[in-house]
């Protein structure tokens, strides 16, 4: 199935998680179906995930949030991929780094998982990294200093980070349109350029 996409957003099923940084990619895939999905498509539970299919600009693309909690994420992307019969170059993966100072995407082809316990379950249930990524930055250092990593991903934005983080969304949104319509190589050359260093 050449003209498949698979686009997993990653995060953690449940109200209380639903701002938290650990969600941006759950976050980043509702944004990108408001702009450009029929306003009457409804998300299915298919695949331990919610499951969304439609055609964007006549490309059929599958998004899929798993709803296993994050570091089990891969039992939901090993079922689409052995389902559909696709390589892994035809998921995208889209995921929060805490590598990352917030506001910054790095889009990738492939790679080890960072430390990223969802990351790191895809790459051991599907049997390889060979997969593209869209990462986006949560990090805040001032932050880090107080607090564990585990709770830092866990916590919700502060006030001050909103904007920040809405604009973080869009431009995330517009990665993945670009990605769609131009190339993984052209996101790329677009998106990875731009360093944010200090929001504060």
């Known amino acids: 199935m050449d003209d498949l996409k698979i686009i997993v957003g990653l995060g953690n099923p449940g109200k209380q998680y639903e701002y938290t940084r650990h969600n941006l990619g759950y976050r980043i895939l509702e944004t990108f179906v408001f702009h450009n999905a029929d ?3 409804k998300w299915e539970e298919k695949f331990i995930s919610h499951f969304l299919q439609f055609y964007y600009k006549e490309k059929r693309i599958i998004l899929i949030k798993p709803q296993t909690y994050m570091n089990l994420s891969g039992k939901s992307v090993e ?5 559909y019969k696709i390589p892994s170059d035809q998921l995208l993966i889209v995921y929060d780094d805490i590598n990352l100072t917030l506001g910054n995407i790095r889009i990738r082809k ?3 998982s960072g430390g990223h316990r969802g990351v790191e379950s895809i790459i051991q249930l599907i049997g390889t990294d060979e997969f593209p990524r869209l990462r ?4 805040n250092d001032s932050l880090l200093k107080k607090m564990d990593y585990p709770s830092f991903v866990l916590s919700r934005f ?3 980070e909103k904007e920040i983080v809405e604009n973080l969304i869009e431009r995330a949104t517009r990665a993945l349109e670009d990605v769609l319509e131009h190339g ?4 790329m050359r677009e998106y990875n350029q731009t360093e944010i260093n200090n929001f504060e």
């Open 158 to 160: 502060l006030p001050k």
């Open 79 to 83: 079922k689409i991929i052995n389902y």
């Open 184 to 187: 993984l190589d052209y996101a």
């Open 39 to 41: 306003k009457n498509k």
């Open 136 to 139: 986006v930055g949560i990090r």
């Open 110 to 112: 492939k790679g080890s």
